[in-house]
Each structure stands twice: as structure tokens, then as C-alpha cells.
């Protein structure tokens, strides 16, 4: 069973910095695609940041410059450093993989960015 546990959520000030992790188990996790999404109040999920099995990435054109994806496999484990935060960055960020066309997410964590 797939499993996705992110950490490293909190409350920082406008223009500091967080790193997610997201630890993943029940896959293979080196040969997957891996993405970070975030949901703000009211508003929908949106895709954050993708990184390929290959190391390939993109971003949302409002995080680019800021936040770095990155993944080390053999720790199973998917990193987003964010960095001169936003209060608009403020939102629960999801962790996420698919896997034969089924999506899983993890619980989330919830990142609060005070101006």
C-alpha cells in the first residue's frame, strides 16, 4: 500500500524559509514521478512542483525562483526548499504520486507565512 508522510510544516515570517519532506513507501519510489500541490482556503489544489524519476522539474510560475524540488531515492524521500515566502504561500501542501494512472496523496502539512 502506497503511503506518503510529509513533514516540516509551520508558521515562519514573510521572506523566511521551510523545507518539506515527503517519505514514501509501498512503491517503488526511484522510478516515479513525484509532485508537491498545495490548497489555500477557498481556492483550489494546485500543482506546486513536479520532479521526474529522471531529476527533471517544473514549477508554478508563482513559486519559480523561490522553491527547489528535489528527491534523494535512496532515502525514498521528495524535498521542497522554500524560500522568501509569501503569506500567499500560505496553504495546506500535499505530497503527491501517480502510479498506473491512480493518484496518492499524503495528509498534508499545513504552512502559515505571517506578513
Known amino acids: 500500500q502506497v503511503q506518503l508522510v510529509e513533514s516540516g510544516g509551520g508558521l515562519v515570517q514573510a521572506g523566511g524559509s521551510l523545507r518539506l519532506s515527503c517519505t514514501a513507501s509501498?512503491?517503488?519510489?526511484?522510478?516515479?514521478?513525484m509532485a508537491w500541490y498545495r490548497q489555500a482556503p477557498g481556492k483550489q489544489r494546485e500543482l506546486v512542483a513536479r520532479?521526474?524519476?529522471?531529476?527533471?522539474?517544473n514549477y508554478a510560475d508563482s513559486v519559480k525562483g523561490r522553491f527547489t524540488i528535489s528527491r534523494d531515492n535512496a532515502k525514498n524521500t521528495v524535498y521542497l526548499q522554500m524560500n522568501s515566502l509569501k503569506p500567499d504561500d500560505t496553504a495546506i501542501y500535499y505530497c503527491?504520486?501517480?502510479?498506473?494512472?491512480?493518484?496518492?496523496w499524503g495528509q498534508g502539512t499545513q504552512v502559515t507565512v505571517s506578513s
Open positions: 503527491n504520486t501517480q502510479i498506473h494512472f491512480i493518484g496518492y
Open positions: 509501498g512503491m517503488i519510489f526511484s522510478i516515479n514521478a
Open positions: 520532479i521526474t524519476s529522471g531529476g527533471s522539474t
